[in-house]
């Protein structure tokens, strides 16, 4: 079952804040998070598992919360390199741990 | 340098023909995937692969296949079955299945 996200775009002017997130309607063992610019292959951010720590990539952290399937991804005082487009990747409880990818969400920063 | 290549990166091709699809990795993965990336539809994982000789359907299966007889290579076919074979087709590796998947560049395919 493919995971929504939300919102599916946002703009920022550098150095704000933005959080996107991302639900499931499946018990989840982990949570992967990437990230896609424009014409390019996607590049893995950090991965959430089941029981697991809060991660972080620079200033970019996410959480994972196992109860209600959900997790979300922060960008803290974002910069220019950080706009693109935002996967968020589920991989089920006893699902062959495939990857389901959400629709992503597009980010814009402008200076 | 390891990697993941995709070849070519752009295709041209007639409604009606079969079209092959590169992709090879030297990142000693046992893991492939194959995806379908449309506008606003996220990645759709076409089939994937967790060991040689042995390969599962993913979501979008209908009118493609793959073979995986080397751990390097997992080559896509895109059948005239397909009904809209148009899309950037993305191959992506793991270690093993649910870890950090490795991405190529991508094969934009067109079919008029």
């Known amino acids: 079952q493919q995971p929504v996200q939300s919102p599916q775009a946002v703009i920022l002017r550098e150095g704000e804040d933005a959080v996107i997130n991302c639900s499931s309607s499946?018990?989840?063992?982990?949570v992967h998070w990437y990230r896609q610019k424009h014409g390019e292959a996607p590049v893995f951010l950090m991965i959430?598992?089941?029981?697991?720590e809060q991660m972080r990539h620079e200033k970019i952290s996410a959480s994972f919360n196992e109860k209600k399937q959900q997790s979300s991804l922060y960008l803290t005082a974002s910069q220019l390199s950080y706009s693109g487009t935002y996967f968020c990747?589920?991989?089920?409880?006893?699902?062959?741990?495939?990857?389901?990818f959400g629709k992503g969400t597009r980010l814009h920063i402008l200076p | 340098d390891g990697g993941i290549t995709q070849s070519p990166k752009y295709l041209f091709r007639k409604e009606g023909q079969n079209v092959t699809l590169s992709c090879e990795q030297n990142?000693?993965?046992?893991?492939m995937y194959w995806y379908r990336q449309d506008p606003g539809q996220g990645l759709r994982l076409i089939y994937y692969?967790?060991?040689?000789?042995?390969?599962q359907k993913g979501d979008i299966a209908e009118g493609y296949s793959v073979s995986r007889e080397k751990k390097e290579s997992f080559p896509l076919t895109v059948t005239s079955a397909q009904k809209n074979p148009t899309a950037f087709y993305l191959c992506?590796?793991?270690?093993?299945?649910?870890?950090?998947?490795?991405f190529g560049p991508g094969t934009r395919l067109t079919v008029t």
């Open positions: 992506a590796s793991s270690i093993q299945g649910g870890q950090e998947q490795y």
């Open positions: 499946k018990a989840l063992y982990s």
């Open positions: 959430l598992l089941k029981g697991g």
């Open positions: 990747g589920t991989v089920e409880i006893n699902r062959d741990d495939k990857i389901i």
């Open positions: 990142l000693n993965h046992d893991a």
């Open positions: 692969s967790q060991i040689v000789n042995d390969f």
